[in-house]
């Protein structure tokens, strides 16, 4: 943190890397001019929201990264932030990162692009190419750092960590499939590390009952995005959607509140049950 303020600029590199990250303010844009990283070819993402309050973002290249962005405050009025990548050696093709970027980010389906489909990829020589592609992971790994999941598919099974022990390196939650069923809907979904991933193809109850106002704006919103499509008494869910919570992911389903623990279940077990049983293993194992 350049000035010591989180809201401030934000410089990040990964230790061994040439990777080298600039976060920002649209605010305190003209901060920027003055850092000569900022003055080099690279790529960068514009992040905002739409008016829905989706998340939003445009991905960009520049052979003069300040330079292009700047134009951004007159061309485009989304955006509250901007990231940009460079690399310290100088060695980067814009074009062919900010192809391959926006290809990755329109596959994982986070966030509204403002960007065309379809961009071509330019050609590189191998060895441009491979070098290219190892930054890509550095850019997703720093994204999300700065809590920006562009880059990150949404269908992902936790990892274990490298220094966990044999019991919790294997939890009893991972990769289970779990079951919410009722009159009018038949669900299912998984664990995530940000979550509860309701899965394509699960069905929810067409009418929303009396609840959480919340609930009934977000299913209506999932309606309008496509994420929900009307098929005769009830809803399906097209795509797979990430609900932040189990709770959330179980009264979208049904049409009211209900709570997720008890009501998603797997093999009998509730997702509650299931969760204590992890923790109780959890402690045996440092105990």
Known sequence: MADGSALGIRQCEILNRTIHALSVSRLRLAELKDWEEAKRAGVYFLFGKSEDGSLKAYVGEAQRVIDRISTHLREKDFWNEVVIFVNKDENMHPKYLEARLIDVADRAGRYVLENGKGQEVPVLSRADKAAMEEIIPDIRLILGVLGHLILEPIDVLPVASPNATKSTAEPILAGRE?????????????ITDEGFLVMA???????????????????EKLIQNGTLKVEADRLVFARDFPADSSSQAASVVAGGNRSGPGSWKNEGRTLGDLEAASVAISNDSVS
């Open 178 to 190: 779990f079951r919410f069923t009722g009159p009018a809907f038949d669900a299912k979904g998984r």
């Open 201 to 219: 193809g699960s069905t929810a109850a067409r009418e929303f009952k009396a609840g959480n106002a919340g609930y009934e704006r977000l299913r």
